[in-house]
Structure formats: C-alpha cells, structure tokens
C-alpha cells in the first residue's frame, strides 16, 4: 500500500459478514483513503484469488495452515487467467499479494501469520539502438511517431502518456507536465528539441485546443498500435510494449551518461533502489568498453618480431629474448 494511505481498522462487527462483503468494505475503505484505482483493483485481485481458493470458510477461522496451503498451490500451478508460464512471473505476483493479505488481516484485527514470498529479481527488457530505429522507421502516421517519441524520450508510463493534454506541454520552457503519474506524484519531464518540435506540428496538424487530449487512445488502442508497428518493423511482438520502451528510454540514458538520480526524478520512482535496477543493463556496455581498452586478450595478440613468442600488446621490448619491438605505429601493425 501506498506510503501515507491509512485505513484504520475495522469494526468490531465486520467479521459477522460474508467474505465477499468485507472484501469488498475494505476495498471502500481503502478507495476513500486515497489509494489510486490502480492499487485498488490490485488488491481487489488478490483478495478475490484468496477467497476462490478457501471457498466458503469464513474469514475468522483462516489459520496459516490455509495460507500455506493457498501459496503452495499458487507456485505449483500458477494463478487463474494467467497469461504467461513463467513461475518467476508466479513468484511476482505471490509476492505482491501477500503483501495485500497482510495489509487486509491487519484491517480486520485477525493475528493470521502471512508468511513472506521472496520477489524473484528482475528481469529488464529493453530494445537496441537497431530495433528502436527500426521501429521509428515503421511508423508512417505522424501520430504514431510522436507516441514513440515521447516514450523513448521521457519513458513516460501509458497512463501517464494517455492522460497528457496539449495545455501539459509547455514548448517554450521545453517541459512536460506529468499529472496522472504512479501514486497521484505530480512531475515535470523533459524531452529533445526534436521531439518538442515533432508535438507542436502534431498538434498544428490535428488543430488540437489548450484542453484537448494529445492522443485519443484507449490503453488497449496503444498497445494494438505498438503490435502493429513491431510486426511492421520485423520485430518480436513481445518485446514492443509501453513498459519495455520505458525500460529501453532508460537504459539508453544512463549509457549516454545520464546521472542515475535525474534519471529517477524522469521515471518518478520514489526510492532510487528502484532505478538502479537499470544499471545491470548497462554492465555488458561497461564490460565491453573495458576489454577493448583494458584486456589484452579481447584486442589481439601480438608476437615479438625476433623469438615469435606473444607478448603484451604495449611492451617496447620482449621479455623473453629482450628484442626492441619498434614504435607504437609499428606495433600496431604486428597484432593479429
């Protein structure tokens, strides 16, 4: 639950009603508190899962012995409706959610133990510099250039992109202002010259008002139109979606030397540890970089002119028999 969302406890009475109805009491309460829709129909979500798998026991006499055995199940076949096999997928969700039990038993006053579920690391996905370009080159609406240029430029979140209105871009201090973002945390993005440029003639183009929508699409709409343009572009389907372009955004910025905290105020993230997760990207660009100037085995070898024994790429004179090995423009015509 979000940081400063309170939802007191229950009433003494609550437990006298059936499951679906006190679900459904504490999801009131919690909306009332101000949590997001979003957080509500996550816990909604996972409360209704629990409930499907204990059937009609009542609340009251859950024990840990049925939390366990929900768990256990959960991890060995998955979740109802899922849409993927992957039990590290499985293990995510488990995690979250009995997160959510805890917040809801703690609601209604039960001392029920809700064992923890480790949260599987993370796996980012993010587009090369090739397949961006081929997916920009796919693009042949003007519309659906700038989409693709505000998310690989600001890594905007869909909701966040879907709810911007032309009166949120501010083209003369080239700022963006991001109003629906993750947990109501208002924010301002930047973008390229480029892409500013790009908005204004969309906006021109559609003759869009101060007050209008930038984009008309449903989150379903958008994500169609990213689909489309992948196959266009000869890419996975799979890997073209909103939240990979914001992981590719991000990865571009850090290797182009963007400081990992203005990289946590563009994306919104509360706590920097979520931003770091990006920095694992970038290790084979950093372990590259470092072979090619720092190991010798990654650039070549290189033979004394005299014995033929290898030798360090920088040495003046071979250890081994002690011939000078000429200048460093000589040198590196002798590597192989």
């Known amino acids: 639950m979000p940081a400063g969302i309170d939802v007191g406890k229950a009433s003494d009475d609550i437990l006298g009603l059936p499951n679906e109805d006190i679900v459904q009491e504490f999801l009131a309460v919690l ?17 209704t899962d629990f409930l499907s798998f204990i059937g009609n026991k009542p609340l009251r006499e859950v024990t840990l012995r049925d939390i366990v055995a929900w768990r256990n199940d959960r991890l060995r076949n998955g979740f109802k409706g899922r849409k993927t096999e992957e039990k590290d997928s499985w293990l995510t969700t488990l995690h979250y959610y009995t997160i959510y039990l805890k917040k809801f038993f703690k609601w209604l006053g039960l001392p029920v133990t809700i064992p923890s579920v480790k949260k599987p690391p993370r796996r980012v996905e993010a587009l090369s510099d090739e397949e961006v370009n081929r997916l920009l080159s796919a693009a042949s609406k003007v519309e659906e250039k700038v989409v693709l240029k505000i998310l690989l430029d600001t890594g905007l979140r869909s909701r966040e992109l879907l709810s911007l209105r032309v009166s949120d871009v501010n083209f003369d201090e080239r700022v963006i202002r991001v109003r629906e973002a993750k947990y109501g945390r208002e924010r301002y993005v930047t973008a390229t010259q480029d892409t500013f440029e790009a908005i204004k003639a969309y906006v021109k183009l559609k003759n869009l008002g101060p007050g209008d929508k930038l984009f008309d699409y449903t989150y379903s709409g958008l994500y169609k139109m990213l689909k489309r343009l992948a196959r266009k572009a000869g890419l996975d389907e799979s890997k073209v979606r909103p939240h990979v372009l914001r992981h590719t955004f991000a990865t571009r910025a850090l290797r182009m030397g963007l400081s990992l905290n203005a990289l946590q105020r563009i994306l919104g993230h509360s706590d920097i540890k979520t931003t770091q997760v990006y920095l694992h990207l970038t290790i084979e660009d950093l372990k590259y970089e470092y072979a090619q100037k720092m190991d010798s085995t990654s650039r070549g070898v290189k033979r004394c002119v005299s014995c033929g024994r290898p030798i360090p790429l920088d040495a003046l004179f071979c250890p081994y028999c002690g011939a000078r090995q000429g200048t460093p423009g000589e040198q590196a015509s002798m590597t192989v």
């Open 31 to 47: 909306e009332a508190s101000g949590a997001s829709q979003e957080t509500v129909k996550a816990y909604r979500a996972a409360l």
